[in-house]
């Protein structure tokens, strides 16, 4: 698969069979966001690998204590999904906004990586709601940054809609200048 079509055909994944993910495709998805750039080479991301069904249900239960509706649907489907990723932000001397960056870019080539394999995934901000308890229960001291839900997938949905290239650019040539 070309890159292209691997960008393409990224979707946010909600719904998983019930099919074991290899563990060498585990480690490609996993090489392929340790080689995303980050800011300063600093590389801010700390995962805790969850493939453990008990491990899963905790969190799920943890985030069911949420009224919202969609955050316990998030939960169904971290139950649901093969593999989950808690990333978790390294202490660094960055900043936040290019921590976050950085945990931006390792997260994407993830996703794509997955994509390639023909594994789905959906980036996971829910996590955020709960990170006092995320970070009890794997007695974790660093901030939690979001989450990564992996299976297979016998849905194909279809790509959601995009705003026009043409509305969210102004082109600066040698003609224009910022005034």
């Not at 493939?51 to 939960?75: G, H, P, R, V, Y």
């Amino acid at each position: 698969m070309q890159i292209q079509e691997a960008i393409e055909k990224r979707r946010s994944i909600r719904h998983y069979v019930d099919k074991k993910i290899k563990e060498e495709d585990i480690a490609r998805i996993l090489k392929a966001g340790t080689l995303a750039p980050s800011a300063h080479n600093k590389q801010p991301w700390f995962i805790h690998v969850v493939e453990n069904q008990k491990t899963k249900e905790q969190i799920a239960d943890i985030l069911m204590q949420k009224e919202d509706e969609s955050i316990k649907n998030t939960a169904r489907i971290m139950k649901e999904a093969s593999v989950l990723f808690i990333i978790f932000e390294e202490k660094t001397d960055l900043s936040v906004k290019m921590q976050h960056q950085s945990i931006g870019a390792f997260m994407e080539n993830m996703c794509l990586e997955a994509t390639e394999l023909g594994i789905g995934s959906l980036w996971i901000g829910h996590i955020l709601e709960v990170e006092k308890e995320i970070k009890e229960l794997f007695h974790e001291k660093r901030k939690v940054a979001c989450a990564l839900a992996l299976g297979y997938t016998e849905v194909n949905p279809s790509p959601r809609p995009r705003k026009n290239l043409k509305d969210m650019i102004q082109i600066h040539d040698d003609e224009e200048e910022v005034e």
